[in-house]
């Protein structure tokens, strides 16, 4: 499976972007997916994550209420929708795949996107 990260941008402080990962391969309907991100000097965490149809969803407690993730089997894509954007959500966004759901440690995951910048400006 190969993953294609988009939709990054430079936004102001309450703003939203929309984040696609769009996959090429047959068995991306058969995986979870999850999405973290990377500030300069920080360690790569989660963001949330979606089992393999899309029915159950996962967020870190810091985009709790503000982001959501959405997987759309039929157009080999997953979404992460960041709305009332913070700047500590600066950071490059990652999708990634994975055969189980709720991974939270990137090690666990088996396949990556190439990361998309998303820069917050108070």
């Known amino acids: 499976v190969q993953l294609q990260a988009s939709g990054g941008g430079l936004v102001q402080a309450g703003g939203s972007l929309r984040l696609s990962c769009a996959a090429s391969?047959?068995?991306?309907?058969?995986?979870?997916m999850g999405w973290f991100r990377q500030a300069p000097g920080k360690e790569r965490d989660i963001v949330g994550a979606?089992?393999?149809?899309?029915?159950?969803?996962y967020y870190a407690n810091s985009v709790k209420g503000r982001f959501t993730i959405s997987k759309d089997n039929a157009k080999n894509t997953v979404y992460l929708q960041m709305n009332s954007l913070k700047p500590e959500d600066t950071a490059v966004y990652y999708c990634?795949?994975?055969?189980?759901?709720?991974?939270?440690?990137?090690?666990?995951?088996?396949?990556w996107g190439q990361g998309t910048q998303v820069t917050v400006s108070s």
């Open positions: 391969g047959r068995t991306f309907s058969t995986l979870a």
């Open positions: 990634a795949a994975a055969q189980d759901y709720r991974l939270t440690i990137p090690h666990q995951y088996d396949y």
């Open positions: 979606t089992s393999w149809d899309g029915l159950s969803t």
